[in-house]
């Protein structure tokens, strides 16, 4: 009998990030074809992309036209784009004019917790999340409605809901990515050089995934944030 190859995967996202729930569906898809031969463990870190989001969310479309300096219509265009992408992974991506953005804080705690007890829950509990905000347009901000999810993934209900109301993990700090290591650490990187960077691993030229990342340098990160 063949051993399988263990390979231990860090999957860096937020619930909210659209191209994150692409990429762990894709990811999933992938590793079930290569079954038998990679024993793979996917572990969940966490990155808030709107850390500073009011309780009460904002609107999407004001958010991403401002966050990007983008019209409405290209913001549309931007979504059809991701909405077609979603479907070849059975993901309905039904985010509209109307819809809003919410924290994804205690959803970062909650998943926190969800791993530290079974990590298969965790991923479950992941794309549930992820169809709750993107597909069913939830707020995924309110404990009420991630206790319910909790429920569904198969986790304690009333476990999670002491997490949640208790605050733990609250001091947790969802901008640094998997075992300290900060942003600058994987990047941000200048366009030109993400793109010689792709070059040098695979030897193509970049596909138009890569390139619908706002892609800057670590200067230019600090400055936006400050």
Known sequence: MTSQTPLRIDFVSDVA???????????QQALTRLDGTVNAEIHLQP????????????????RQ?????????????????????AAAFGIAFNTHKGSRVYSTFDAHRLLHWAELQNRQLALALKRILQRAYFSDDENISNHEVLVRLAREAGLDADAARRVLESGEYADTDFEVIAEGKKLES???????EALNTWRALTGKTVDN????????????LLSRKG
């Open 47 to 62: 990155f808030e992309v709107n850390p500073q989001l009011p309780p009460e969310g904002e609107d999407a479309n004001e």
């Open 65 to 85: 036209m401002g966050k990007y300096g983008i019209s409405e219509a290209q913001l549309e265009a931007r979504r059809a784009a991701i909405r077609e992408r």
């Open 186 to 192: 994987y990047g941000p990187f200048a366009r030109q």
């Open 209 to 220: 995934a890569m390139i619908r990342y706002d892609l800057c340098s670590a200067t230019e």
């Open 17 to 27: 990030c659209p191209w994150c729930a692409i990429g762990l569906a894709s990811l």
